[in-house]
T-cell receptor
Framework: DGGITQSPKYLFRKEGQNVTLSCEQNLNHDAMYWYRQDPGQGLRLIYYSQIVNDFQKGDIAEGYSVSREKKESFPLTVTSAQKNPTAFYLC?????????????FGPGTRLTVT | AQSVSQHNHHVILSEAASLELGCNYSYGGTVNLFWYVQYPGQHLQLLLKYFSGDPLVKGIKGFEAEFIKSKFSFNLRKPSVQWSDTAEYFCAVNRGNSGYSTLTFGKGTMLLVSP
């Protein structure tokens, strides 16, 4: 089955530690995205990438970093500089060519930092 | 900056009631409009989308939405809700004709349908 995999589903970390969230897709999509979801805030864009080795900051990139070494993978690192890292993180992907397309979402990772 | 407003944060309905969830956006150019739904414990999934053409679009599970350009609105409707429609609903917008365009989401509407 094609889809987006995010692991783990739940992640717990101590304050001051960096943590990396995994996102893998086998949809052959060029573009990948990371969003953060907080209650009552909707989804906010952290980083996005159209091609390998290229990515752009979204609206709330501070305290986060990403890499795109492979088309299928777009890991997100939540650094100790992120002031409020506890949230639900969603990865998405989309086709790029041929006009507008919807984004497909993974199941998410719930990160708790104490 | 582009913004998306969803009018109701929480909606409570009884089964068989009609539903309309409001969505307004601020961008005046070419837009693509989406409604996504997040059922409890499930992935965010697409309900319906509008890119061009007929402004009345039909989606999955009996949902529909109407794009009214003059009002910058894309309201979601369902004539008769079911208990299984309990979920959080998000309106989202992106711009232009490219497949590589970031989505701006509204803050979501939590719908609770009582049996």
């Amino acid at each position: 089955d094609g889809g987006i995999t995010q692991s783990p589903k739940y992640l717990f970390r101590k304050e001051g530690q960096n943590v990396t969230l995994s996102c893998e897709q086998n949809l052959n999509h060029d573009a990948m995205y990371w969003y953060r979801q907080d209650p009552g805030q909707g989804l906010r864009l952290i980083y996005y990438s159209q091609i390998v080795n290229d990515f752009q900051k979204g609206d709330i990139a501070e305290g986060y970093s990403v890499s795109r070494e492979k088309k299928e993978s777009f890991p997100l690192t939540v650094t100790s500089a992120q002031k409020n890292p506890t949230a639900f993180y969603l990865c998405a992907s989309s086709i790029v060519a041929g006009g507008p397309h919807e984004q497909y979402f993974g199941p998410g990772t719930r990160l708790t930092v104490t | 900056a582009q913004s998306v407003s969803q009018h109701n944060h929480h909606v409570i309905l009884s089964e068989a009631a009609s539903l309309e969830l409001g969505c307004n956006y601020s961008y005046g150019g070419t837009v693509n409009l989406f409604w996504y739904v997040q059922y409890p414990g499930q992935h965010l999934q697409l309900l319906l989308k509008y890119f061009s053409g007929d402004p009345l679009v039909k989606g999955i599970k009996g949902f529909e939405a109407e794009f009214i350009k003059s009002k910058f609105s894309f309201n979601l409707r369902k004539p008769s809700v079911q208990w299984s429609d309990t979920a959080e609903y998000f309106c989202a917008v992106n711009r232009g004709n490219s497949g590589y365009s970031t989505l701006t989401f509204g803050k979501g509407t939590m719908l609770l349908v009582s049996p």
